[in-house]
């Protein structure tokens, strides 16, 4: 067993010493660090260039690194795209008018839904570095992940000898570069192999190559489970993949042995990882080739610098700063601690902000699949939750950091995931519903775009609104941009067929002659029916209604931008007109999550669907002071039963506390979620691991230092009392308004705005509002009455 030291050092090539220090640059420089390696998984440092992911662990006797790659899944793309008819839908919906509701549940799942398929996406293997003859003695060992950099490092001493490893993934080269280093006199020796968990289909096959000093390991992801299912496909259903490894090193030797490649004498080995599936070549082989003759051209600063100039870019947009940085001297883990004891750390608080966009950038990038419950990370072949989509809040919350941090090519890939969900929707819609116009997409779908129902009980996948939450970050990536040919060549298309879906799903309410949704479901949830036992499928949903409202609202405010005036927006405009109110207040002052005040089985349940208007919706605004009332008694009854437990639920809560203006509340969930859903490694802990919790959060700090659904531009709206100073650049405001905010004892000091056309702004912080013109790329600076400062 290998005893570690740590003794703070300077190390030439790793001056990342701490978190959060402001340069001259006035980017912040912040970073994971810790004094030992990562003995599981939650431990693990990750990086990624949004379709290659990685884990690093850091041991300095068995170093894992954890591959992956965002399209290694089982199945393909031509299983079917719906199940039942429309005259089953019609006898669901006679059921539910009956009150039959428990028949409902039971034939909904029977009729609709394929239960037992488990697709899961899989992990690409791992690659071990097996050291041998080592010290059992390691001093001043450190393990780090610069976010400013994405690059992930480990740095020690033993023998009295300095070792180093770096990695990073290329976004640009499209490569997982990996560096060892040591300033031993006789190298270092090591063996290196690929190795990959046991699929259910055919093994996955590895073999090395002496010529070019590389290992390939081949094979398909054939994965199927559910104990009621047989695999009624071959084998080969499913994506074919070519891992492939290539060294190159300085000094010593290479001898290939075995499927692996064993060193010896080695002072620097570089080590290139490159992956390539039929998922996005017919000839993913040929496609590694081409990859690594380009690698071969290049040196390793070559290759650090492409992806040095590529991730900065993006990344150093916006930076943060809540002070706080005197504990930089503790590893990251013994900070969490701290807080997990109730201690503050604002500077914590801030790298988790930025880590938020790290990991967006990483696992959602231009011409990749977006990112999925695990981002890209995933250690399994049967994942949890199969680390799928799931649209009834995961997926979409994955995405809420996107725009207003500055990162909103980062949603390219949703945009193209959803194009596909849409035409395989369609499909489903005309089958399933009988519905001819538009598409519909259900609660849950994986790399195939399946649109189809996925329900084991009718609480969870039984529920259509999949499409209808998606396509509002179409609307969102317009207001934040301003694309106008997004907006008319992706965006309203994709709004249109949800809205067309929609229009002919609607039925019209003998009661009140509005129209209504139904059957429909609460996100996971249930009501007590007359009888008193629980049930899920109702005649109407606060979410539903709040859902398609806004789609009609978003279809028709798209359609003025564009000049559209024809059949379809005339008969959105007539039915958004008449449609059944999304937000009733109840006798008890909340709002109704059905469309009856029933009783709940689950006080405490982690969705709060109803308050979708509220948050990511912005129906629910102080305008209407008995409705926003009504929300914060919503959220409070939640919470006083338990609510909120998981951690991506606590990251709507702030989300919420933000929309709500209430700046306590707001510091309360922030602590809260560090408490009790935060790893190690900063992973957000559902539990296990999903990674919506961290984007959430993300988007929560954000919307409590600036908002922009309201029309104007609020500044500092619900800071948090303990945020007593700071400053942030580079947030955007709808409008395609960038801000950088100043602030001293909780107020504001002075603020900079700069947009990408000449536009008016109106401006409001404390009480006060004002309009202002802004000039294209110029800055304008105001104070703290919102005073120009010339």
């Known amino acids: 067993m290998k005893t570690y030291k740590f003794l703070i050092f300077t190390v030439i090539g790793f001056s990342l010493m701490g978190c959060n220090k402001e340069t001259d640059t006035g980017i912040a420089e912040t970073s994971l660090w810790y004094k030992q390696p990562a003995s599981k998984w939650m431990e693990a440092l990750p990086v990624g260039n949004g379709r290659l992911g990685a884990m690093i662990f850091g041991d300095t006797n068995q170093e894992r690194i954890q591959l992956n790659e965002d399209s290694m899944w089982s199945g393909g793309p031509d299983w079917g795209n719906s199940k039942g008819t429309k005259e089953d839908l019609e006898y669901l ?107 259910k289909g055919r093994p996955t096959v590895t073999v090395s190559n002496p010529e070019e000093n590389e290992i390939s390991m081949k094979g398909v ?140 950038i990483g696992s959602s990038r231009p011409g990749t699949n977006p990112a999925n419950l695990q981002g890209v990370w995933n250690q399994h072949i049967e994942a949890p939750w199969n680390a799928d989509y799931h649209l009834n809040v995961n997926l979409q919350m994955n995405y809420w950091p996107a725009g207003v941090t500055n990162l909103s090519e980062c949603q390219e890939p949703l945009f193209d995931f959803v194009d596909r969900l849409i035409e395989r929707g369609k499909v489903a819609a005309r089958e399933q519903y009988g519905i001819n116009r538009g598409a519909v997409i259900h609660h849950t779908s994986d790399l195939w775009a399946t649109p189809w129902m996925r329900a084991a009980t009718p609480y969870w996948g039984a529920w259509i609104h999949g499409g209808g939450w998606i396509v509002q970050h179409h609307w969102e990536h317009y207001r934040f941009t301003q694309d106008k040919g997004f907006l008319k060549e992706q965006g309203y298309p994709a709004m249109k067929e949800i809205a067309l879906f929609y229009l002919d799903w609607l039925q019209k309410d003998p009661a009140t002659g509005k129209w209504i949704s139904y059957p429909e479901t609460s996100p996971e949830n249930s009501y007590l029916a007359e009888d008193g036992k629980p049930a899920a499928v109702s005649y109407g949903a606060a979410m539903g209604h709040q859902i398609i409202s806004e789609v009609f609202d978003n279809v028709l405010s798209s359609a003025k931008i564009l000049n559209i005036e024809d059949e379809f ?90 929309r709500l203006l209430n700046a306590q509340a707001a510091q309360e969930n922030i602590q809260k979620f560090f408490e009790i859903s935060v790893a190690d490694n900063l992973f957000d802990e559902h539990p296990p691991f999903q990674i919506d919790g961290n984007f959430g959060y993300t988007a929560g700090v954000a919307e409590l230092l600036m908002q922009s659904h309201e029309g104007f531009i609020r500044i500092l709206p619900a800071l948090p009392e303990n945020w007593t100073e700071g400053k942030v650049k580079g947030l955007k405001a709808r409008g395609n308004v960038e801000l950088a905010i100043e602030w001293e004892t909780g107020k504001l000091k002075q603020m900079i705005l700069n947009a990408g056309q000449n536009k008016s702004v109106k401006i409001q912080y404390n009480g006060k509002q004002v309009e202002v013109s802004l000039t294209a790329n110029e800055d304008l600076r105001l104070d703290q009455n919102l005073e120009i400062i010339l």
């Open 93 to 199: 919906r006679k059921l539910v008018s009956e009150g039959r509701v428990h028949e409902a549940d039971s034939e909904i799942v029977k009729r609709f839904s394929y239960k037992s398929v488990l697709r899961s996406h899989q992990t690409m293997g791992d690659l071990f570095i097996d050291f041998i003859n080592r010290d059992s003695l390691v001093e001043n060992y450190k393990r780090e992940l610069s976010l400013d950099d994405a690059i992930a490092s480990v740095s020690y001493i033993t023998g009295g000898n300095q070792y180093s490893e770096k990695v990073f993934a290329s976004n640009p080269d499209d490569v997982l570069v990996i560096q060892l280093e040591t300033t031993a006199g006789d190298g270092m020796d090591f063996n290196l192999r690929l190795d990959r968990p046991k699929d």
């Open 221 to 360: 992801v054939t994965q199927f489970g559910g104990k009621k299912f047989s695999n009624p496909f071959p084998l080969d259903y499913g994506v074919k993949f070519e891992t492939r490894l290539k060294v190159d090193n300085t000094s010593g030797t290479v001898t290939p042995k075995s499927g692996s490649l064993e060193l010896k004498g080695v002072k620097k080995a570089t080590i290139y990882i490159v992956c390539n599936t039929s998922f996005y070549e017919e000839d993913y082989v040929a496609k590694n080739n081409e990859q690594l003759a380009s690698i071969r051209k290049k040196s390793f600063n070559e290759l650090l610098n492409n992806h040095l100039r590529d991730y900065h870019a993006v990344y150093n947009r916006m930076s943060l700063n809540l002070g706080g940085n005197e504990l930089d001297s503790l590893p990251t883990d013994e900070r969490l601690t701290r807080v997990k004891k109730g201690a503050v750390d604002n500077d914590l608080a801030e790298t988790m902000f930025q880590y938020g966009r790290y990991l967006l």
């Open 569 to 658: 927006i005339k008969e959105v405009r007539e039915k958004r007109a008449n449609i059944y109110p999304g937000i009733v207040i109840g006798e008890d002052g909340r709002i109704l999550e059905w469309n009856e005040p029933y009783e709940e089985p689950e006080k405490g349940h982690r969705h709060m669907s109803h308050l979708y208007a509220l948050h990511p919706g912005d129906d629910i605004t102080e305008k209407d002071e008995a409705i926003f009332k009504a929300a914060q008694k919503t959220i409070d009854n939640r919470l006083q039963h338990g609510g909120a437990g998981t951690g991506w639920s606590r990251a709507w809560m702030i989300n919420f506390n933000a």
